[in-house]
Every structure is written in structure tokens, then in C-alpha cells.
Nanobody
């Protein structure tokens, strides 16, 4: 069973920054695409960003493009999400996900999920 543990969430003012981290117990982490999703109460979980095993392919949701940066350190089994210029609409629980294969934007393409970390942006 793969475990994903997110950290780095918190409360920040609009315009501020946060860096989320996700540590994976996956033995083949360096060959897995990873992603970040987010969810607010009453809404479906939505795609934020994904990164291929090598970091050579990266995709972002339009809503975060230019503000968020996904990266990974395969030596540390860790994926990151640097979030800049945060806005109140970025408030959500952020989840790290381990891909079934290649990069993707649908939740069905991911088989393991972390417990989530809350990000709250005040106006």
C-alpha cells in the first residue's frame, strides 16, 4: 500500500505564497507521474497540476497557470507545489496523487491519494 503524506498548507493572505510537499512511500516513485488536485466542500475534486516521472512533461489547470509550479525530487520521493500570488478562490484542501501511468488530468487516472492539506487564503 502506497502512502502519500502532504504538508505545507496553512492560512495566508491574498497575494502570499505557500509551498506544499508530498512524500511518497512508493518504491517506484521515480517512474510514476504525480499530480496535485484540490477540492472545496460541495464540489468535485479538480485538477491543479501534474508532472511526469522525469519532470519533462508538466501540465497546469488554466486557473493556476503562471502562479503555481509543480516539481519533484526523485531522490527524496517528494513532489512539490509552489503556490504564488494566492487568491481567495485558491482556498481548498489540496491532495497529492500517484498516477496509474502517464500524466493525466482526471482523478480516475490516479490510484493513490494523500489525506490532504488545507490551504486557506484570506482577502
Amino acid at each position: 500500500q502506497v502512502q502519500l503524506v502532504e504538508s505545507g498548507g496553512g492560512l495566508v493572505q491574498a497575494g502570499g505564497s505557500l509551498r506544499l510537499s508530498c512524500v511518497s512511500s512508493e518504491r517506484t516513485f521515480s517512474s510514476q507521474a504525480m499530480a496535485w488536485f484540490r477540492q472545496v466542500p460541495g464540489k468535485e475534486r479538480e485538477f491543479v497540476a501534474t508532472i511526469s516521472w522525469s519532470g519533462g512533461s508538466i501540465y497546469y489547470a488554466d486557473s493556476v497557470k503562471g502562479r503555481f509550479t509543480i516539481s519533484r525530487d526523485n531522490a527524496k520521493n517528494t513532489v512539490y507545489l509552489q503556490m504564488n500570488s494566492l487568491q481567495p478562490e485558491d482556498t481548498a484542501v489540496y491532495y497529492c496523487a500517484d498516477s496509474l501511468g502517464l500524466v493525466g488530468i482526471a482523478t480516475i487516472e490516479y490510484d493513490y491519494w494523500g489525506q490532504g492539506t488545507q490551504v486557506t487564503v484570506s482577502s
